[in-house]
């Protein structure tokens, strides 16, 4: 079954929208969520360098009903929150589509990886459409096509990394430093690495569980 990335430019005057597009510097992680008609929950993790503010903003949004602070830390915390607009989370489920967390939001846009057939795939654009969204396919990975196993971006930046020493032993390069070589943010250039890191790692681990394992000798 294919893994699709996803590429969604939220809808103005959706509250995530909304909230990270006024707090440029934020990250919203989608770590879990459930829609249940037309009301939407979801834990999230929020981090900033002042997630008190972007906690204000979304307390003060009139698309969210509620919203409960499980967990506060300098720069990070963890929210339960209720929406009466969970529009991606009903096009996912109008498509029969589960969403594989975490869901990435910076600046409106969402990062979103699923495995679906390609019948799926365009029913979740043609509902992605009717609720207004933008998106990009940033890449279709089937295992039968290796070469299609990350993104141009992901590939680009575990190139960068392997060529700076950033998994070397000891390393040569810190996650600031490669960020910084490479004109990114941090977070940015940290949640790519997971992303590719975890797709490589299913990767080797998929083709290892399909093969036989070595008979041992007598």
Not at 71 to 94: K, Y
Request: proline share 6%; hydrophobic share 40%.
């Amino acid at each position: 079954m294919p893994l699709v990335q996803l590429s969604i430019e939220l809808p103005e005057r959706t509250w995530v929208y909304d909230v990270t597009a006024d707090h440029p510097e934020a990250t919203v992680r989608v770590l879990a969520g459930m829609p249940d008609d037309e009301v939407g929950f979801a834990l999230l993790e929020v981090t900033a360098p002042d997630v008190e503010a972007v906690l204000r903003s979304m307390a003060g949004h009139t698309l969210l009903t509620d919203i409960e602070p499980l967990q506060l830390s300098e720069g990070r915390a963890i929210v339960q929150i209720e929406t009466t607009a969970p529009l991606l989370l009903l096009s996912a489920q109008a498509s029969g589509i589960p969403i594989e967390p975490p869901v990435v939001i910076r600046e409106g846009v969402a990062d979103v990886e699923l495995r679906t057939s390609h019948d799926r795939l365009s029913t979740l654009g043609e509902e992605l459409d009717r609720f207004g969204f933008r998106y990009t396919v940033e890449s279709i990975y089937d295992a039968a096509d290796p070469e299609r196993l990350l993104s141009d971006r992901q590939r680009e930046l575990i190139l960068a990394a392997v060529e700076e020493g950033y998994y070397d032993t000891p390393r040569c390069c810190s996650l600031t430093e490669l960020a910084d070589r490479l004109g990114i943010a941090k977070s940015t250039c940290s949640e790519t690495l997971h992303r590719a890191e975890s797709i490589i790692v299913r990767r080797f681990v998929d083709k290892h569980l399909n093969e036989k394992p070595p008979k041992l000798a007598a």
